[in-house]
C-alpha cells in the first residue's frame, strides 16, 4: 500500500536522447509526488513535482506524465546532455511522509 | 545544501558498538526526517519529528532511536550497532505540512558497521 515502483533500474542514452522513468502506485491517498535527483556524493534534491489533478507538468528540459487512472507517473527529460547523468527518485506523498521509490541510475553518454 | 550539516561524514564502528549521528540545521524548519538509502532500495525513512521533542516512527525504525531537543538539531542513535545498518544516512528537513513533499536534504553519512 505504501510502495512507489520504479522502473528500470538503469538506463544508458545518447546525448540528445529522451530517458523515459516510470512509476507506479497503488495507495490513492498519495496526493503529492514528486521526483528527485541525486548526484554521487550528494543529497537528493528536489527536480519536479506534481499533483494528481494535472496530468502533466514542465519544467525547462523535464516533464512529468501523470495518469491517475492507472496509478501511473513518469519522467521524461527532453534533450538529456552527459550532465543529467544522475541517480532519479519518483516519490509519493502521504500525510508528511514521502515515500520514495528504488531509484534509477541514469547515463548520457556524449 | 540548505543550511544543513550532518556529523559525521564517515564512521567506521564495529559490531554491537553504540553510534550516534547528528543533524544540524539552520533554517528553522519544523520538520525534520532521517532516512538511510541502500542499493535497490531508494530511500526509507527510519524516524522523523515534527517539533521539539515530538517524534514518531518510520517503516525501518528497529534499532533505530531518535531525540531532537532543539529545533535545529536531530540526533539518530543506533544502540547497539549491525552490520545491516551499514548504508548512507541522510537527514532532511521540511518547512511545514503542507510542505512535506519538498525536503531538503543534507550530504549524507557513510556508516560502515564491521
Known amino acids: 500500500q505504501q510502495q512507489v515502483k520504479q522502473s528500470p533500474q538503469s538506463l544508458i542514452v545518447q546525448k540528445g536522447g529522451i530517458p523515459i522513468i516510470n512509476c507506479a502506485y497503488e495507495n490513492t491517498a498519495f496526493d503529492y509526488f514528486p521526483w528527485y535527483q541525486q548526484f554521487p556524493g550528494k543529497g537528493p534534491a528536489l527536480l519536479i513535482a506534481?499533483?494528481?489533478?494535472?496530468s502533466e507538468k514542465k519544467e525547462g528540459r523535464f516533464t512529468i506524465s501523470f495518469n491517475k487512472s492507472a496509478k501511473q507517473f513518469s519522467l521524461h527529460i527532453m534533450d538529456s546532455q552527459p550532465g543529467d547523468s544522475a541517480t532519479y527518485f519518483c516519490?509519493?506523498?502521504?500525510?508528511?511522509?514521502?515515500?520514495f521509490g528504488a531509484g534509477t541510475i541514469l547515463r548520457v553518454k556524449s | 545544501d540548505a543550511g544543513i550539516t550532518q556529523s559525521p561524514r564517515h564512521k567506521v564502528t564495529e559490531t554491537g558498538t553504540p553510534v550516534t549521528l547528528r543533524c544540524h540545521q539552520t533554517?528553522?524548519?519544523?520538520?525534520m526526517y532521517w532516512y538511510r538509502q541502500d542499493p535497490g532500495h531508494g530511500l526509507r525513512l527510519i524516524h522523523y519529528?515534527?517539533?521539539?521533542?515530538?517524534?514518531d516512527k518510520g517503516e525501518v525504525s528497529d534499532g533505530y532511536s531518535v531525540s531532537r531537543s532543539k529545533t535545529e538539531d536531530f540526533l539518530l542513535t543506533l544502540e547497539s550497532a549491525t552490520s545491516s545498518q551499514t548504508s548512507v544516512y541522510f537527514c532532511a528537513i521540511s518547512e511545514s505540512f503542507s510542505t512535506g513533499g519538498k525536503l531538503f536534504f543534507g550530504s549524507g553519512t557513510q556508516l560502515s558497521v564491521l
Open positions: 506534481i499533483r494528481p489533478d494535472v
Open positions: 516519490a509519493a506523498l502521504y500525510g508528511n511522509k514521502l515515500v
Open positions: 519529528s515534527y517539533g521539539v521533542k515530538d517524534t
Open positions: 533554517e528553522n524548519h519544523r520538520y
